[in-house]
């Protein structure tokens, strides 16, 4: 009886544990299949067999105050990105994307924002010092069929700047669907300093987003494991997929801006061939850095020239990341993945170009020497310092005329970016280290890997607004929609923050 009983039960057991080990070894499997085929490259394997798009300068007008009015119309569209597929997009003024504004510091601009959406939306001015009223932030929604007309002085050094909507919780999807643009400033050094700056000549806007496509439509998903956000499998440059651009000039100067929602890009060209950084997310920078890797994360942009040889064919490429991300979160970000972005062919003849100048600019961001206060900023998903966004809570008050210091720790596993709205700040370090050549010029959006801290200085120099807010975020723009992200306002010396109120277009 007992022995009976005794093989039942070690005959149930037995079976019990084989049930385990099926699971266990199904789950494990499955794990090793998700990660396996986590990884995304198209080297060596993209035909670029279309012409690079370079989005049009926008049309302005000059009114005879000297006001630059631009105009811009959000509207829903559609595109064939592949020849006999229609996508439906959204852009400005166009299917996908938007035209390229651009003035000169010193100059007052207006811009007629038209929303012919079939939502609320905004629209954002990404590295411009203007004030709070205009920066569009998710304080200033411009509803469906309403018209909002910010204007301000361009007070800051040439850059590349962009546009793009910020509506609170629903960035990513407007992003992502073609809402994007670039902003150019130039001022005077920019004339002089000897780099090419002729628009869609030899220098180029690099408009780089990655795209998913299903049954012709953009899709959204975000795929098993991806904290991160979206994350494609193609690569689109100006809303061109496999693109190609000839180029008669021996300096090319590409503009690149990660207008990607999630993924970040360290670009080199395929040939490892050196190229020099130029200028970042807010200017140029005192001098040309040398690499032959430049790291950018959503919303970043570094300006860079390339030396090209007669008929020569030499392709950008998106190379595996340098993020400091262990193996999972490496894999899961889209940091093996590795792409063909873009292929510049040489005409055989070039016109000649002189060598780069040795100095470009002198460095115009505070350099924390005179800060009045410093703050902590701990960021992890979807919190920064153990708090959500709440649109009528400030973070922050800080007083217009004074720099300050901001620690910004992340504290996380996983990588994510910081950016800060109206200001270039200075990254005076990263983890107790002086930064990299290619961080030290004027930045408004910075990567910070897991466990890194970076120190930076932002001076404020206004105007004063208490009632309405300043953004501070991840641009992983994901994150940024489920709360990553803060408030802060500028007052007056004295002056304490009034509740945030909102200005919508109407
Ligand atoms: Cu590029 Cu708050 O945004
Ligand atoms: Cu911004
Ligand atoms: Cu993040």
Same mark, same amino acid.
């Given at each position: 009886?007992?022995?009976?009983?005794?093989?039942?039960?070690?005959?149930?057991?037995?079976?019990?544990?084989?049930?385990?080990?099926?699971? /266990?070894?199904?789950?494990?499997?499955?794990?090793?299949?998700?990660?396996?085929?986590?990884? =995304?490259?198209?080297?060596?394997?993209?035909?670029?067999?279309?012409?690079?798009?370079?989005?049009?300068?926008?049309?302005?007008?000059?009114?005879?105050?000297?006001?630059?009015?631009?105009?811009?119309?959000?509207?829903?569209?559609?595109?064939?990105?592949?020849?006999?597929?229609?996508?439906?997009?959204?852009?400005?003024?166009?299917?996908?994307?938007?035209?390229?504004?651009?003035?000169?510091?010193?100059?007052?601009?207006?811009?007629?924002?038209?929303?012919?959406?079939?939502?609320?939306?905004?629209?954002?001015?990404?590295?411009?010092?203007?004030?709070?009223?205009?920066?569009?932030?998710?304080?200033?929604?411009?509803?469906?069929?309403?018209?909002?007309?910010?204007?301000?002085?361009?007070?800051?050094?040439?850059?590349?700047?962009?546009?793009?909507?910020?509506?609170?919780?629903?960035?990513?999807?407007?992003?992502?669907?073609?809402?994007?643009?670039?902003?150019?400033?130039?001022?005077?050094?920019?004339?002089?300093?000897?780099?090419?700056?002729?628009?869609?000549?030899?220098?180029?806007?690099?408009?780089?987003?990655?795209?998913?496509?299903?049954?012709?439509?953009?899709?959204?998903?975000?795929?098993?494991?991806?904290?991160?956000?979206?994350?494609?499998?193609?690569?689109?440059?100006?809303?061109?997929?496999?693109?190609?651009?000839?180029?008669?000039?021996?300096?090319?100067?590409?503009?690149?801006?990660?207008?990607?929602?999630?993924?970040?890009?360290?670009?080199?060209?395929?040939?490892?061939?050196?190229?020099?950084?130029?200028?970042?997310?807010?200017?140029?920078?005192?001098?040309?850095?040398?690499?032959?890797? =430049?790291?950018?994360?959503?919303?970043?942009? /570094?300006?860079?020239?390339?030396?090209?040889?007669?008929?020569?064919?030499?392709?950008?490429?998106?190379?595996?990341?340098?993020?400091?991300?262990?193996?999972?979160?490496?894999?899961?970000?889209?940091?093996?993945?590795?792409?063909?972005?873009?292929?510049?062919?040489?005409?055989?003849?070039?016109?000649?170009?002189?060598?780069?100048?040795?100095?470009?600019?002198?460095?115009?961001?505070?350099?924390?020497?005179?800060?009045?206060?410093?703050?902590?900023?701990?960021?992890?998903?979807?919190?920064?310092?153990?708090?959500?966004?709440?649109?009528?809570?400030?973070? /922050?008050?800080?007083?217009?005329?004074?720099?300050?210091?901001?620690?910004?720790?992340?504290?996380?596993?996983?990588?994510?970016?910081?950016? =800060?709205?109206?200001?270039?700040?200075?990254?005076?370090?990263?983890?107790?280290?002086?930064?990299?050549?290619?961080?030290?010029?004027?930045?408004?959006?910075?990567?910070? /890997?897991?466990?890194?801290?970076?120190?930076?200085?932002?001076?404020?120099?206004?105007?004063?607004?208490?009632?309405?807010?300043?953004?501070?975020?991840?641009?992983?723009?994901?994150?940024?929609?489920?709360?990553?992200?803060?408030?802060?306002?500028? =007052?007056?010396?004295?002056?304490?923050?009034?509740?945030?109120?909102?200005?919508?277009?109407?």
């Amino acid at each position: 009886m007992s022995s009976v009983l005794g093989s039942r039960v070690r005959r149930i057991f037995l079976g019990l544990a084989a049930c385990l080990l099926v699971g /266990a070894l199904a789950i494990g499997g499955g794990f090793v299949w998700v990660y396996s085929s986590a990884d =995304v490259s198209t080297v060596g394997t993209v035909d670029f067999d279309r012409e690079l798009a370079v989005p049009p300068l926008a049309q302005s007008r000059v009114e005879a105050d000297g006001t630059r009015v631009f105009e811009l119309d959000m509207r829903s569209g559609q595109r064939e990105f592949e020849p006999g597929t229609v996508t439906p997009t959204w852009g400005f003024n166009g299917d996908y994307l938007g035209p390229t504004l651009r003035a000169g510091r010193g100059e007052r601009v207006r811009v007629v924002v038209r929303n012919g959406l079939p939502e609320t939306s905004s629209v954002h001015w990404h590295g411009m010092h203007l004030p709070a009223a205009m920066d569009g932030g998710p304080h200033q929604p411009v509803e469906a069929g309403a018209t909002w007309t910010p204007q301000w002085v361009v007070d800051q050094p040439a850059a590349t700047l962009w546009y793009h909507p910020h509506p609170h919780g629903e960035t990513e999807s407007h992003v992502r669907r073609g809402l994007a643009g670039m902003f150019i400033l130039d001022d005077a050094d920019s004339a002089t300093v000897g780099l090419p700056r002729t628009y869609g000549v030899d220098d180029l806007p690099i408009i780089v987003q990655d795209a998913r496509f299903r049954n012709g439509q953009l899709y959204g998903a975000h795929a098993i494991f991806r904290d991160v956000g979206f994350l494609g499998d193609r690569i689109l440059v100006n809303g061109t997929l496999s693109p190609y651009r000839e180029v008669g000039d021996e300096l090319i100067r590409l503009r690149l801006l990660n207008a990607s929602t999630a993924r970040m890009y360290n670009f080199g060209f395929a040939d490892d061939r050196r190229f020099a950084v130029v200028g970042t997310d807010g200017g140029l920078l005192e001098r040309p850095v040398p690499v032959d890797r =430049v790291q950018l994360s959503p919303g970043e942009r /570094a300006e860079v020239v390339v030396r090209m040889s007669p008929g020569e064919r030499v392709t950008l490429r998106g190379y595996p990341l340098e993020a400091g991300l262990a193996s999972f979160d490496q894999r899961f970000s889209g940091g093996d993945d590795s792409f063909d972005i873009l292929q510049l062919r040489a005409a055989e003849t070039l016109r000649p170009a002189t060598e780069l100048p040795s100095e470009q600019v002198r460095a115009q961001t505070p350099d924390g020497s005179d800060s009045v206060r410093e703050r902590g900023f701990d960021i992890q998903f979807a919190r920064i310092n153990g708090q959500q966004m709440d649109m009528g809570r400030v973070d /922050a008050t800080v007083t217009r005329g004074t720099t300050e210091t901001w620690v910004v720790r992340n504290i996380d596993g996983m990588p994510h970016n910081f950016h =800060v709205h109206d200001v270039q700040f200075r990254v005076l370090s990263v983890d107790g280290s002086p930064p990299p050549a290619v961080l030290r010029g004027p930045k408004d959006t910075v990567y910070i /890997a897991p466990g890194s801290t970076v120190r930076l200085a932002l001076r404020f120099d206004g105007p004063a607004d208490p009632g309405t807010p300043y953004m501070f975020h991840c641009h992983l723009i994901w994150h940024e929609d489920q709360g990553m992200m803060g408030q802060f306002v500028v =007052v007056e010396p004295g002056g304490a923050a009034a509740a945030p109120s909102h200005h919508g277009g109407h």
